[in-house]
């Protein structure tokens, strides 16, 4: 069923929502950039629909309310472990069509990857509901229409603010009251969806095992700086690590913590013994990249990467991460071919 | 052989933004630029000025400007016609209509590429330095100021009467940092070594932090973003010359815009009242004028009215460094005189 509003109209909405749920969505952080006076686009809680960024993709994923950046697990002391307090009002996460998509990994990952499902996750992901984001415009470096990622009907209720009026297509029965009463009027909506992308991607059906160690890695050795910002903004890296940290000096008292951790970064491969499994940057390049569009699909069925384009647009060393595919394509041609 | 035999008033001439050339008849025009930003249309009439009545080229100044040289002296007002253009789309205080720029002894203001350009820059350096410029200009007093966007200090403001070195105030998000410590490696190998981690968090030393904000530019999470406030450190009275070259000294940190640009203008008065009139041109760097009337004396002109901004802080006493080669001219380790080594023969063969 499908409303139009007028602003004001849908922020009634929106009050009535925030009696049972917080809404997550973009949020345009003036001077909050890298540089002075540039601002960065990041997920905040907000209450009316002009305090999100509807406009442009956020440069930081909504993955941070499923797992924060840094959380605490739990405290300890000398024989008690008391779990750490958390938020458990329910969330509703306004996101665009590939980010949706990514949803599906992180759940893949966290709870459909062996035996044990990540108790951290799922007690804050049986509280978040999700809606869509309508893309009027293809976004900058991305290439979700590759990705098959540009579309999606999984979402409890669209969004697509064009000339001032709020377009709503609802699904969710739960939600439907907050909805009918704030006036509008109803109507047949479609949220918008992009059908061409900026950029185009060419994945490899098969990556032979040469590639492993080819020389078109040693490019990225050198250019890569392992930042690891393209992890950190990528809305289906998952990965994370543990800290304890300890009040006192004898190690009795402190907490536990788990924090976003990234592929790039230096730490990231060190195993007991001082052994460093991925030094140069080259082959961290070759495991994320494989990692994305080959490995994930060779156990799940599906690639990993959503081809929302921000890796590209943060890396500050101007690495595309979607041109690395396209040339990772070309190569498995020519290797293919002269075998 | 003499271009002209015009009776030029030679001082007017300087004060009218003119260098005196060694080829006698001849001049150089020096074009101002604050912030040593210049327009194309402006950049086009150097170049035509430089082609009609120069001699097809032109120098780039170490203040940021441009100096034609090789004119007539003959030419001088034609070439004030000319400059109009200039002065009217760099937006410099003029007096007379036509008639170039009305003084030369404060000089251009330098300022770094700032904000607009550079990645690291806190403030916007060639906006400050073009207000400065509309507030102090025209002046004969001979006066060096420049800014630069962050302690880097790429515009030399250390060899400046007024230097104006850009500063933001770290904000820390905890709940953003991950602990991947790249603040705490970049503000040690490439700043001052502020931060360390504390428990999987970072500390920032907030004494020792210089505010150069490598370490927003280098998070990569957002946990750390700049203040909104931007911040100066303000460092005074550096020089070059032949009597005692010297770097500037740190006079405050954390100023805010106001104050800055209230202690900058507050200088004209104490130079009007303790400039030496006997000083030859009536030019004297105002580092000579505080060695004679007393740190003290200069302070209370210079903070008159100004009230700091809270967070600043403020140095009481000032001493100033650099070799004193009205004393001594030795090489400062004469003891160690290059011929004097044992090794000198074998190093100068270079085995
Ligand atoms: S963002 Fe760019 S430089 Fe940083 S780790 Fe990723 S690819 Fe390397
Ligand atoms: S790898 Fe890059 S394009 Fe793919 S989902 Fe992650 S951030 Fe988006
Ligand atoms: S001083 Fe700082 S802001 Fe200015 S150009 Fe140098 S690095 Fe950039
Ligand atoms: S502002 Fe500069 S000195 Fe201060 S903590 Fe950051 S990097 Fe270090
Ligand atoms: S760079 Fe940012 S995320 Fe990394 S340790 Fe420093 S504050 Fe934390």
Redesign the pocket.
């Known amino acids: 069923m499908g409303f139009v509003y007028k602003t004001e109209e849908f922020n009634k909405v929106l009050e009535v929502l925030e009696g049972n749920y917080r809404i997550f969505a973009p949020v345009l952080k003036v001077g909050e950039g890298r540089f002075r006076d540039t601002d960065v686009i990041r997920y905040d809680y907000i209450s009316r629909i002009e305090d999100a960024e509807l406009e442009e993709r956020s440069d930081f994923s909504f993955k941070e309310i499923l797992i924060p950046l840094s959380e605490t697990m739990f405290y300890f002391t000398e024989n008690e472990i008391k779990e750490a307090d958390y938020d458990a009002r329910p969330v509703i996460v306004l996101m665009r069509s590939c980010d949706i998509h990514a949803v599906k990994r992180l759940d893949q990952m966290y709870t459909g990857n062996g035996p044990n499902n990540d108790w951290f996750y799922e007690r804050l992901r049986d509280r978040v509901k999700f809606a869509l984001i309508g893309c009027g415009k293809a976004c900058p470096n991305s290439f979700c229409v590759d990705m098959g990622s540009n579309k999606t009907d999984e979402y409890a209720f669209s969004i697509d603010v064009v000339d001032g009026k709020v377009y709503c297509d609802v699904k969710d029965d739960e939600l439907f009251a907050a909805f009918e009463g704030a006036g509008g009027s109803k109507d047949n909506v479609e949220p918008r969806f992009v059908t061409e992308a900026e950029f185009k991607v060419t994945r490899p059906e098969e990556v032979p095992i040469e590639l492993f160690k080819d020389p078109m890695w040693d490019e990225y050795t050198k250019r890569c700086v392992n930042c690891g910002r393209c992890n950190f903004v990528c809305p289906t890296c998952t990965c994370f690590t543990i800290q304890d940290v300890f009040y006192t000096d004898n190690g009795r008292v402190g907490e536990r913590r788990r924090v976003n951790a990234s592929c790039m970064v230096d730490g990231y491969t060190d195993v007991a013994g001082g052994l460093v499994m991925r030094k140069t940057n080259g082959e961290r390049m070759r495991f994320k990249v494989l990692h994305k569009v080959y490995d994930f699909r060779k156990r799940f069925g599906y690639d990993m990467c959503v081809g929302c384009g921000r890796c590209d647009t943060v890396c500050p060393e101007y690495i595309s991460f979607a041109n690395c595919i396209n040339k990772l394509n070309a190569r498995v041609k020519e290797v293919t071919e002269n075998v | 052989m003499n271009k002209t035999t015009t009776d030029t008033n030679l001082k007017k001439l300087k004060k009218n933004a003119y260098r005196v050339s060694k080829v006698r008849g001849e001049t150089a025009s020096r074009v101002r630029c604050p912030g040593g930003e210049i327009d194309v249309d402006s950049l086009q009439r150097v170049v035509d000025i430089a082609r009609k009545y120069g001699k097809g080229m032109v120098n780039i100044t170490n203040r940021q400007g441009f100096e034609i040289p090789g004119i007539d002296l003959k030419d001088v007002e034609e070439v004030n016609k000319a400059l109009q253009l200039i002065i009217e789309n760099r937006n410099i205080n003029q007096e007379e209509y036509n008639g170039g720029y009305p003084a030369s002894g404060t000089r251009n203001v330098v300022a770094c590429p700032g904000k607009q350009l550079c990645p690291f820059a806190n403030y916007d350096t060639k906006k400050f330095a073009q207000e400065i410029d509309k507030a102090i200009f025209p002046n004969d007093h001979h006066v060096k100021i420049a800014f630069t966007g962050c302690?880097n200090d790429c515009a030399h403001t250390r060899l400046n009467d007024f230097g104006i070195i850009g500063?933001?105030?770290?904000q820390y998000n905890k709940d953003r940092c991950i602990s991947c410590e790249q603040?705490v490696k970049?503000?040690?190998k490439?700043?001052?070594?502020?931060?360390k981690v504390v428990n999987g968090k970072i500390e920032?030393?907030v004494n020792?932090?210089?505010?150069?904000?490598?370490?927003?530019?280098?998070c990569p999470t957002r946990a750390?973003t700049r203040s909104k406030e931007e911040y100066y450190r303000v460092v005074l009275l550096g020089r070059t010359g032949k009597k005692n070259p010297r770097m500037a000294e740190d006079f405050m940190r954390w100023a805010d815009h106001d104050t800055v640009k209230k202690v900058i203008c507050n200088v004209y008065a104490y130079l009007d009242e303790y400039l030496d009139r006997e000083a030859v041109e009536s030019k004297e760097h105002i580092g000579y004028i505080v060695d004679r009337t007393g740190f003290e004396e200069f302070l209370k002109y210079i903070m008159k009215d100004v009230t700091p901004n809270p967070k600043c802080e403020i140095q009481g006493r000032i001493y100033w460094g650099g070799k004193r080669y009205d004393q001594n001219n030795e090489l400062r380790n004469s003891m160690w005189r290059f011929s004097e080594r044992e090794d000198a023969v074998v190093l100068k063969q270079g085995e």
């Open positions: 302690s500063m933001s105030e770290p603040c970049y503000c040690k490439r700043s001052v070594g502020a931060l920032r030393d020792k932090c210089v505010g150069c904000a490598l370490c927003v530019n280098y750390w």
